[in-house]
Each structure stands twice: as C-alpha cells, then as structure tokens.
C-alpha cells in the first residue's frame, strides 16, 4: 500500500515506525488489560475506595521523583536501549503480580509493591518513549505520529478493558497479568528489530545534560508551560476514569467484572474518534486550542456526574473520551513540536512530570472524597476544579503564549543566565 507522504498516515512510511506501531497495539491492550485486572483485585481484597486511590498513587507517585531524570537519560543516551530495559522492568512486575494471584498469594501489600515498581519503570519510560517518536519519524512527521500513537493506545483501550472484564469474570485477575507480562515481551523484541540506520539523529550539544536546563528553557516559553499547566489539571482531577468507572460501576450502579470492564471500552470509544480526529487537526494545533478543549473536557466530566442509569452514564463516556484526547494530543504534539530537539527529552520528561506527577495527590482524594461526600460529588468536583483550573489560566495567560516556536535553546538559556546574573548583581 502507498502511503501518501501528506496525509493521515504519513508516518507508516517510516519501516522502524511499522514494526514499533505493531508492538506497541499489543502492549496498549496488555496495558489496559492490567489497568482494569489491578482496580478489580484491590476492590476485591480491600473493598475500599481508599485503597484503590492509594495504589493509583504509588502507581503514578514515581512520576514525580523519576520523570525529569527519564528525560535527561533521553538526551543522553542511546533512546532505544533505555526503552529495552524500562521494559523488561514494567514485564517483570506484571509477570510477578499474576504469579501471585493465580496461586493465591497476592495481597494488598503485593499490589502495592509492584504498582509501584511498574511506576518506576513507566516513568523513565514516558519522556524517553516520547523523544523517542522523533528519531523513528522525523521532525516532519512527529505531530501525525503522535496522533496515530494515541490511536494504537486508545484502541488498546477499546480492547484491553473488555478482554480483562471476560478474564476476570471466568478465571480472576491473574491472567490479565500474565498478558501484559507478554505485551512487553512483543515491545523488547520490536525494538531489538529496528533498523538504528534508519533512525532520524541530530548530533546534541555535550554541555546540556542538566534538569536545570530543561526547567529554565520550559521556563522561558509560555507556549510550552500554559500547555503544560492546563494537562496538569486535567490529569490531576478530570483524567480519573480508571477510578471514577470503578467507583460507579460497584458503588452506584451496583454492577460486576464485566460491567465494569465495559465502561472503559465505551471510553475508548471516544478517545480512539478524538485520537483519530486529531491527525486530521494539525492547523489548529496552539495552545489557545488546548485551553478551549480542557473547558469543554472539564463539562463534559461535571455532565457524567449526572447521568441517571449505568446505561446513560455508559454512552456519555465517550463524548469524555474524545474532549479528552482531542485536547491532550494538541498538548503533547503542541510540546513536543516547540521544543529544540537537543533538550526535547527533558522538555517531555517535564511534561510527563506534570501530566502524571498530580495524580498520587488526587488519586487518594478522591477515593476519600467518594467516601465522605459520594461518588457522583466526587466526579463533579473534579470537573469543577478542572474547569475553573482552564478557565484561570486562560484569562491570566491571554496573549502571552505567542513564543516563536523556533526559538533555540541556546538564546532561552543564556537569556535566563543573564538574568540570573542581573539578579545576582
């Protein structure tokens, strides 16, 4: 098949693209699969809200100590071997945890190790996978490969929840592990089979090896950190559907494994129209878009608080799900794009921070909120706080995010020595 070098699919003429595309479709489904298989097993152990929250937070807490440094190592070594051993540590943890469960063993002090260990690994992962896109696509392809990325992972999500609801229903948790386990295995052995000939290098400058650097060049580009601070909110409070779904299913709706698992295929729905919506939105790609799209995200999660029925709150889910990534994918392409690729890697692991480093704080709020108040005041308070969070930043930020994106890194960083220098004085 030709690909048109201007359309959709642009980047499916990059062979090493092709190979990786096709790993990371299994890996989506293995990730969305363990994602539904954990919620399930801490409910089950603990039948507690709070406990889900908690293992969410040591899942993602990792993020806050290891994302920044994910991004230097991006930078400085070779992206491909980094992405080997990130795997081989996330396939481990979910190798271990199905072991456990399918003998019986797994408690909750086990589920929390080794959410945490697999949020170790996800964290030096994220900035390092992200930069990554740019070597196997080019700097003209990158913003179409990050729109087909987030397709392969939302149609992962479309399967994976409903594969892992089945599972779980005739078998228990532990198979969801196992597969996952084997998703990384398909990752480690693409990357192993990319062709390192074909890969889009750029030769980087030795002396910005610092997370300093990466802070004072986001620092300096309010294209960048409006973007960047409107996905904190929403991964902090409006991105919560793993919790949310599983908090409603059994506490509101009253329903099983599969019921539950379901929620997260009608989501995917959504997301995997947005993802795909997205490649063709390239033009409209700034930050005023993202800002706009997290209002209408943020509404969109204040509406789902009120549906009446499991089956309304069900076809809700993916209008949620296509704001949603219809505004991230702007976000982390809008990132990616602006950014000097010598500092890229530390410019995604902040991002990457910012994005999932919010979540060990609102992870646990919410399940302790959804016990004090409610689950439908929970939902609702975090589209508020969602809302009025873009709502802000848009009004304080007006007309101050028009940064020439070519900008170098070179001028961003000896601008802000000078600065630091005029302080000093």
């Given amino acids: ?3 048109n070098e201007s359309g959709n699919w642009r980047s499916f003429r990059h062979r090493n693209y092709q190979i990786l595309f096709a790993a990371n479709a299994v890996s989506n489904i293995g990730t969305w699969a363990q994602r539904i298989a954990q919620d399930w097993l801490v409910l089950e152990l603990t039948h507690s809200g709070t406990y889900l929250g908690i293992v969410t937070a040591l899942q993602f807490a990792p993020f806050l100590f290891f994302s920044l440094h994910g991004g230097a190592l991006a930078d400085r070594f070779n992206k491909r071997t ?28 086990h589920v ?30 990158v913003a179409n490969a990050v729109s087909l990325n987030s397709a392969n992972f939302n149609a992962g999500r479309l399967i994976g929840p409903a594969i892992s609801g089945w599972l779980i229903a005739a078998f228990g948790t532990g198979p969801s592990f196992l597969v996952n386990a084997f998703s990384y ?18 030769v980087q400058s030795t002396s910005m090896t610092s997370v300093r650097e990466g802070l004072q060049y986001v620092k300096a580009r309010p294209d960048l950190y409006v973007a960047i601070l409107i ?8 991105l919560n559907f793993q919790i949310f779904n599983a908090l409603a299913a059994t506490k509101i709706f009253g329903k099983g494994p ?33 800002v706009r799209g997290s209002v209408v995200f943020s509404i969109c999660v204040i509406i789902l ?30 990132v990616q794009v ?8 530390r410019v995604m692991g902040i991002y990457m921070l910012i994005f999932m480093g919010g979540t060990p704080f609102g992870s646990p709020l919410i399940g302790i909120f959804s016990e004090l108040f409610g689950v439908r005041w929970t939902i609702a308070g975090c589209g508020f706080i969602s809302l009025a969070a873009a709502v802000t930043i848009g009004l304080v930020f007006r007309g101050r995010a028009g940064v020439p994106k070519d900008i170098s890194v070179e001028s961003v960083l000896k601008a802000a020595d000078d600065d630091n220098q005029n302080e000093a004085n």
């Fill in 231 to 238: 996905v904190f909110f929403m991964g902090t409070f409006g």
């Fill in 1 to 3: 098949m030709k690909i």
């Fill in 185 to 202: 295995a398909c990752v480690i052995v693409a990357l192993l089979n990319l062709r390192e000939d074909k890969f889009f290098l750029k």
């Fill in 338 to 345: 602006n950014s000097d690729p010598a500092i890229r890697g």
């Fill in 112 to 141: 929390c190790l080794l959410a945490l260990a697999l949020g170790i690994s996800s964290a030096i992962d994220g900035p390092v996978r992200q930069s990554f896109t740019a070597e196997i696509v080019g700097e003209s392809d």
């Fill in 305 to 334: 608080s009120l549906m009446p029925s499991y089956l309304w709150y069900a076809i809700w889910l993916p209008v949620c799900g296509l704001a949603a990534l219809a505004t991230l994918i702007t976000a982390n392409s809008l």
């Fill in 258 to 290: 599969a019921s539950y698992g379901l929620l997260g295929t009608f989501i995917a729905i959504g997301s995997l129209s947005g993802a795909l919506i997205s490649a063709r939105l390239e033009r409209f790609r700034s930050t005023y878009f993202v």
């Fill in 82 to 109: 980094v992405l080997i051993w990130t795997n081989v540590g996330g396939g481990a943890a979910a190798l271990i945890l199905g072991i456990l469960e399918i003998t019986h063993i797994a408690n909750i002090a």
